[in-house]
């Protein structure tokens, strides 16, 4: 029973080039967000997705920031020309459709070094 | 916005309990969720309260007044374990999972 699986776990990049975050929701789930956590800081919400489709992008950065999750395979964060403050620790968390589940589960995270 | 606020630090020793409070102004309110994260680990569900009152659940119980905007997380018996930071989050909107989260509460536990 695997819950959210996020890779990679680390993830160093230099300035400038992209980075390419996944995370495969847990089987059965169809709803996918995505949480930054910066160092010392909590969880600020970015971009909330369904089976090929953005339903709350409103914490994206309006720049360098896309997020996909299509119909086979896993969601995709993706961060293009990265700088030193996207380094973070980026959190993906799933939920099934129905109302009455009280839990959005989390992966483990990918945290992300731009050198 | 969101405005949701907790202590940054606590302390307290093995065997005793450790209260942890959390005050939120939100636009919206459909439940009030607390996780536990370990450093370097994903945040893990302790509790949820949508309706006012306590819910117990093991050594963990939280309580929920909307009027009054306030939760708190009560950690009894603490254990080494449970040495990590502590996040309460709030949930807006009823038909979906998206978050508001505070700055989150680190709790150590001493011998």
């Known amino acids: 029973n695997a819950g959210v699986m996020q890779n990679p776990r680390h993830l160093v990049r230099r300035r400038g080039q992209e980075a390419r975050l996944r995370c495969s929701p847990v089987?059965?789930?169809?709803?996918v967000y995505w949480y930054r956590q910066l160092p010392e800081e909590g969880l600020k919400f970015m971009v909330y997705l369904q089976k090929e489709n953005i339903i709350d992008e409103s914490g994206m950065p309006k720049e360098r920031f896309s997020a996909e999750f299509p119909k086979e395979g896993p969601s995709i964060l993706r961060i293009q020309q990265v700088v030193r403050g996207d380094s973070a620790a980026y959190f993906c968390?799933?939920?099934?459709?129905?109302?009455?589940?009280?839990?959005?589960?989390f992966g483990q995270g990918t945290r992300l070094t731009v050198v | 916005g969101q405005n949701i606020d907790q202590p940054t630090e606590m302390t307290a020793t093995e065997g005793a309990i450790v209260q942890i409070n959390c005050t939120y102004q939100?636009?919206?309110?459909?439940?009030l969720f607390w996780y536990q994260q370990h450093a370097g680990e994903a945040p893990t569900f302790l509790s949820y309260?949508?309706?006012?009152g306590l819910e117990e659940k093991g050594r963990f119980s939280s309580f929920l007044s909307r009027s009054k905007g306030y939760s708190y997380l009560l950690l009894k018996e603490l254990q080494m374990k449970d040495s990590a930071s502590y996040l309460c989050?709030?949930?807006?909107?009823?038909?979906?999972?998206?978050?508001?989260f505070g700055a989150g509460t680190t709790v150590t536990v001493r011998a």
């Open positions: 939100t636009s919206g309110f459909n439940g």
């Open positions: 309260n949508v309706l006012d």
């Open positions: 989050a709030v949930r807006e909107r009823s038909n979906d999972y998206k978050l508001s």
């Open positions: 089987k059965g789930h169809s709803h």
């Open positions: 968390a799933s939920s099934p459709d129905r109302e009455e589940n009280t839990e959005a589960f």
